[in-house]
């Protein structure tokens, strides 16, 4: 298991073991996506909510000059999870089962912050809400979250 101090220091804080590496991959989705040879930084994490934030280099531009789109849900999407997973109990995991987003507007910036807060939490499905800044909120997303059991 490869996580950051940060991610150690904020499970600790809060009583987790829900950081976890995907199954027989040697990163989490999120830093092989966004970053080879970085991770996201932890901004802040609590119960039902979680904060992160990224730099942007070239490989994060589309054709256009702005920042992909894939990139923006895939954050949305990470932090959206791993708040759903401070809400739930040992032995329990959390998978997303439905994801809508708006682009709000063209997302240009040298960093993206995402912060998700948990709206709804439950037994079965979560629902949770991100939103995704450079300067200004450029996306928002909603995702349900089925709470599964390992």
């Known amino acids: 298991m490869s996580v950051t101090c940060l991610e150690r220091s904020a499970s600790k804080r809060l009583g987790l073991s829900f950081i976890h590496e995907p199954r027989g991959n040697p990163a989490p989705l999120l830093h092989r996506t966004l970053h080879p040879a ?23 531009f589309q054709q256009d000059g702005f920042i ?7 954050m949305a999407d990470h932090s959206a999870g791993t708040a759903a ?7 329990h995991y959390v998978l997303t089962v439905e994801f ?3 682009f709000l507007r063209p997302a240009e910036g040298d960093k993206l912050r995402c912060g ?5 939490p439950g ?24 709470v599964l059991n390992k």
């Open 100 to 102: 809508k987003i708006n």
């Open 123 to 146: 037994k079965t499905l979560t629902v949770v809400e991100s939103s995704v800044f450079t300067e200004k909120l450029i996306s928002k997303a909603s995702m349900t979250l089925a």
């Open 68 to 74: 992909y789109a894939g990139v923006q849900a895939t």
């Open 85 to 91: 997973a401070t809400l739930i109990g040992p032995g």
């Open 38 to 60: 970085r991770r996201d930084a932890l901004l802040d994490a609590g119960k039902g909510w979680y904060e992160t934030e990224i730099e942007i280099g070239e490989q994060h």
């Open 116 to 120: 998700a807060e948990v709206l709804k």
